[in-house]
């Protein structure tokens, strides 16, 4: 088969269908990974093609509207209106690289949900995805936005059954219009768009990259609705690190991993000083990665180690612990490693992620990063180091290696289509 993949973010939102689409060539299919600006080589080092959208999330998640957006309400809304006509712009471009390509089956991460509409007008199968347990009512567990961790089994359904409300309702008024103009398609039927599509009414099934034993598949949730494991690339065994990263590692005990990802902080001057103030206070050396803008340079410490980044699979083995934001991607990488992990959410999907890494009992309770501080972070890595702890962290690891999720997700897809 002919397979589009779209997705749109940080690396946490494109690197997984990466995994994911070479676990389909790995299978005879012939994939495109159409994607935002800044992971080409990512993908063609996986023999993947590539059909970039013009837009950098990198400096749009560092512009300034896009900064308020991620630390106000008011903010957000006014980042949507701002950002409307450049989503506008990354629909044409979707439209365009679909007929360029003429796929046999799409694959969509929720950020590029519009390709449910591009599959209806092209009648072509499209498969929803998504790194989180989003979108599905359960009574397990409320939706992964709140910050609460239950409100019972009908508090729980009910808060996905508003959110997905809320969903439809923005995707409806951004795609609407759109889709009439430009597609062509009419009719006023509802449409969920994390439905997928089949042109002869098949019920598809729908893929969930995350580990069951982070969490575990509701009970009430249907058949189709398939968690395959988190989607991780091979690990990076042949990296070469530089010189003075090698030389750290070399100096010390393994040192604890600090990064905040993708997410900008409101104040990188005072998270970094909390964060180097923790470090000393609990006795550990550190590396610390300013990624997008969450951490900076401000010690000539010998126990400090600053990157920019450096391949996960191949750094997280060598640390004692890793500090990070508690996105899907790195919450997963770090427990793919046995790592214990401290999480400090943001924002989003972050808390949620927290919370099950407090569950598994494989960290501590996740620090909001709003309201960080040295000492709360040191009692943290303190306990992040403790046997119960670091031996849960190793029992999980154990557990996920045994998903293959990108390997079961493209066997789904096989089975579905062959």
């Known amino acids: 088969m002919k397979i589009l993949i779209f997705t749109m973010g ?6 997984p269908y990466v995994a994911l689409g070479a676990a389909l060539r790995g299978l005879g299919h012939s994939v495109t990974i159409s994607t935002g600006e800044g992971f080409d080589e990512m993908i063609e080092a996986e023999g993947l093609t590539v059909a970039t959208v013009s837009v950098d999330f990198r400096a749009l998640i560092n512009s300034p509207d896009l900064r308020e957006a991620l630390h106000s309400f008011s903010g957000k809304i006014k980042a949507w209106r701002k950002f409307k006509p450049l989503m506008r712009q990354h629909y044409d471009d979707m439209w365009q690289i679909a007929q360029d390509v003429k796929p ?4 969509y991460h929720p950020k590029g949900s519009v390709a449910r509409l591009i599959a209806e007008a092209q009648q072509v199968p499209a498969i929803a995805t998504s790194l989180q347990p989003t979108f599905v009512p359960t ?3 409320p ?5 609460f961790a239950d409100l019972g089994g009908f508090g729980n359904r009910l808060s996905h059954h508003l959110f997905n409300a809320l969903a439809a309702w923005g995707q409806s008024n951004s795609f609407g219009s759109w889709g009439t103009e430009i597609l062509g398609i009419t009719g006023s039927g509802k449409r ?3 439905d997928g599509y089949d042109p002869t009414g098949r019920v598809l099934p729908r893929l969930h990259g995350y580990s069951r034993h982070i969490v575990p598949k509701p ?7 398939q968690v395959t494991g988190y989607w991780f690339s091979e690990p990076v065994n042949d990296w070469t690190p530089p010189e003075p990263l090698a030389n750290f590692l070399g100096a010390g005990p393994p040192p604890v991993y600090v990064g905040f990802g993708s997410m900008p902080a409101e104040d990188a001057e005072r998270q970094t000083r909390v964060v180097i103030d923790a470090l000393e206070l609990s006795g550990h050396r550190g590396i610390l990665a300013t990624g997008w803008g969450g951490l900076k340079d401000l010690t000539n410490s010998s126990d400090i180690h600053l990157l920019e980044s450096a391949p996960h699979s191949w750094l997280f083995p060598r640390c004692s612990a890793v500090v990070h934001h508690g996105g899907a991607g790195t919450t997963h990488e770090g427990l793919r490693w046995g790592r214990p992990s401290v999480v400090c959410p943001l924002t989003v999907d972050q808390p949620f992620w927290g919370r099950r890494v407090k569950a598994l009992g494989a960290g501590p309770a996740p620090l909001p990063q709003k309201r960080l501080n040295a000492t709360d972070l040191a009692k943290a890595l303190e306990a992040a180091h403790q046997h119960a702890i670091t031996s849960r ?3 999980t690891a154990e557990m996920m290696h045994e998903e293959c999720g990108a390997q079961k997700a493209a066997e789904v897809i096989g089975r579905t289509f062959c």
């Open 219 to 225: 009970k009430d949730w249907p058949e189709r609705e």
């Open 192 to 194: 969920d768009f994390f």
């Open 143 to 147: 939706v992964i936005f709140t910050p």
């Open 393 to 395: 962290a190793k029992e």
């Open 104 to 107: 046999d089956l799409y694959i």
């Open 10 to 15: 940080s690396r946490g939102d494109v690197q």
């Open 139 to 141: 009574e397990a567990f």
